[in-house]
């Protein structure tokens, strides 16, 4: 009997190239792909598939907040999510959702096979890669942890210069000056060696102090 396989990507290349890796396993049947979230919502509803894989970065919502939405509709299907991104918060995130497998975009193919066929068995699969580079999170985070610890107010700056907000308005909000907001912008890049609001953005999304 055929695995049912629903695909959720909107990189149309990588959603053929996925779909074709599948294909040649006489067991798989990919029997949907969709580029969106809500797409996906619909698909599992109406096609029941045996397993979901799906990426995070979806133009509507992402990938973590659609595995949580069809865990709470009472989707049975075993969620594989394929991600571009090996970062602690992503990966722990979506196994906390409700995935049963998290595999890397740059191994995927056999490693993918692999964790298909690791969560039919009900068991977990984490791509080598993901796990090697969590190890190696951990550890820096051991080693500097002390430095790069934010305190609560500095955690809050950073939320909001991640969300687009100015000086002013980050005082206004939080009811102390705009120097007192100059100052903690500055010990937060001190602290985590960053130098752009860019790379504040991204570290804030990273480590879940913005939501994806």
Do not use: W
């Not at 950073?158 to 100052?183: H, K, N, Y």
């Amino acid at each position: 009997m055929s695995t049912r396989i629903l695909l959720v990507e909107d990189h149309r290349l990588v959603r053929e190239a996925v779909r074709d890796a599948l294909r040649k396993e006489p067991d798989f049947a990919v029997i949907g792909e969709v580029g969106s979230s809500h797409e996906a919502l619909q698909s599992a509803q109406s096609l029941t598939p045996d397993v979901i894989i799906l990426d995070i970065g979806l133009p509507d919502f992402s990938g973590i907040e659609l595995t949580r939405r069809l865990r709470q509709s009472g989707c049975a299907a075993r969620i594989v999510a394929l991600s571009a991104y090996a970062e602690k918060h992503f990966v722990t995130e979506m196994l906390r959702a409700g995935a049963a497998a998290y595999v890397s975009k740059n191994a995927a193919g056999t490693e993918l096979v692999q964790a298909i066929r690791a969560v039919e068995r009900g068991q977990h699969y984490v791509s080598p890669d993901v796990t090697g580079n969590l190890v190696s999170q951990l550890r820096d985070q051991g080693s500097d942890g002390q430095n790069r610890k934010l305190g609560r107010r500095e955690r809050e700056v950073l939320r909001l210069i991640a969300q687009g907000q100015r000086s002013p308005d980050i005082a206004a909000q939080l009811r102390i000056s705009i120097g007192t907001v100059e100052a903690h912008r500055r010990n937060i890049m001190r602290k985590l060696d960053l130098h752009s609001v860019a790379e504040l953005t991204t570290y804030a999304l990273r480590e879940g102090i913005v939501p994806l």
